[in-house]
């Protein structure tokens, strides 16, 4: 069970008093549900008997309380990823009894995420209209693969292939004929992203107007908004954009550049500054070939060349130091070890310790918004649950939905 320390935990926060049923599983909905609940809502996690979210499975690594016994309570990683602040709660949603506490939810609910294959929750006798009869107030967030309509809208959406199709892949690698993928789920955590932000404003709404209403996005449609300027770079002017590798289209010198010993990031975004950088390293801004942004994009392979034959004489280290100095935005690539152990990252609140019921203290990712008063005191709630074991709050919950609503 969820013990009384966790319990506390919950409901700080701007969303403080919103309840959050989710029915979603894998990574786009509970990503969305999960920046929910960091910001205070209670979100009721609903999944299978048995087996819980599909994530549970995913693995490996998974973690075991002490991992050499052998000791039930094995753990997924990725599970741990998506769900901090959640309850869980385990129903059958074709068994009658199970169905009726779903009901019972959903009625004293204020969101709903769910992000089934299209048409599934109509089979379940859960379709919007049914829903917003139970509860017109209720805020329903459904997320798909490419779209609950159109010519396409019941493929089913893992991310991979919505990067590909969304052309994010055509955009990432080294050459347009080596596509890539991005080292996370882009497109899951995109959906999830805009997912919460859509359910914010319907919740802004419904302040003002009472009723609920129905928010949609999709992979495709996550993958699609982020095209930014390459975007615009097609619709107007006519330019397929493709993979460059680690340097800007569109800025230079803006990317990775090799140097005595590995590699640092740049970027010189302005006049002013790739003046500065040529006085820093005796290079002359006046040189035809790269006097305007213009001049450098259209030069390119020349000026990482002429660059990394200047930066071939530095360590990386003193590199850093020097751009420092001269006030050129740059950077190192650091691991991702590295960046969990980064006193700056830890600053942040990006890093938190939780109590887990089966394997202790576990660290995580920590929520990426802050919140603070008019003072400038922090007032982001200080304490975060742990991803819970499948049912630990099964009773809990139904305990709660047996007492009179507020």
């Not at 074709?94 to 779903?102: G, M, P, S």
Request: charged share 20%; net charge negative.
């Amino acid at each position: 069970m969820t013990t009384a320390t966790q319990q506390a935990g919950r409901g700080a926060g701007p969303l403080s008093g919103t309840v959050v049923v989710d029915l979603s599983r894998a990574l786009a909905g509970p990503h969305a549900t999960m920046m929910l609940g960091d910001l205070g809502a209670r979100v009721i996690k609903v999944e299978a008997p048995g087996r819980g979210d599909d994530t549970r499975g995913w693995g490996p690594p998974f973690v075991r309380p002490d991992r050499d016994s052998g000791e039930a309570g094995e753990e997924s990683t990725y599970f741990l990823s998506a769900n901090r602040n959640k309850e869980s709660i385990a129903l059958d949603l074709k068994n009658a009894a199970d169905h009726a506490t779903l009901l019972r939810m959903i009625a004293r609910a204020d969101v709903l995420v769910e992000n089934f294959r299209t048409g599934v929750l109509d089979r379940l006798g859960l379709g919007f209209t049914e829903l917003h009869r139970l509860n017109p107030r209720l805020v329903i967030l459904s997320i798909t693969g490419f779209g609950h309509d159109g010519p396409e809208g019941g493929r089913a959406g893992y991310d991979q292939i919505a990067q590909g199709e969304a052309g994010l892949m055509s955009l990432t690698g080294p050459s347009p004929d080596q596509p890539q993928k991005f080292g996370t789920p882009i497109c899951d955590l995109l959906a999830g992203m805009y997912g919460a932000y859509g359910v914010l404003a319907a919740l802004l709404e419904r302040g003002n107007t009472g009723k609920g209403r129905v928010v949609r996005t999709s992979l495709l449609a996550a993958g699609v908004g982020v095209h930014a300027f390459q975007a615009t770079r097609w619709t107007v002017a006519g330019e397929v954009g493709r993979a460059q590798g680690n340097h800007h289209p569109s800025i230079a010198p803006y990317g990775l550049f090799r140097c005595a010993d590995g590699s640092v990031q740049i970027a010189v975004g302005s006049t002013d500054l790739w003046t500065r950088f040529c006085a820093g390293f005796d290079l002359d801004p006046g040189d035809g070939r790269f006097a305007t942004n213009a001049d450098r994009v259209a030069n390119h392979a020349e000026l990482v060349e002429m660059i990394e034959q200047t930066f071939s004489m530095w360590k990386a280290a003193d590199l850093l130091a020097r751009l420092a100095d001269l006030g050129i935005p740059a950077g190192r690539v650091r691991t991702i070890d590295q960046v969990y152990e980064w006193e700056q990252t830890r600053s942040q609140g990006l890093v938190v310790d939780v109590e887990h019921d089966t394997l202790g203290t576990v660290t995580l990712a920590g929520p990426p918004l802050r919140f603070f008063d008019t003072e400038g005191a922090e007032v982001t709630r200080d304490r975060h649950v742990a991803p819970p074991v499948l049912d630990a709050d099964g009773e809990h919950i139904r305990a709660w939905l047996d007492q009179p609503a507020p």
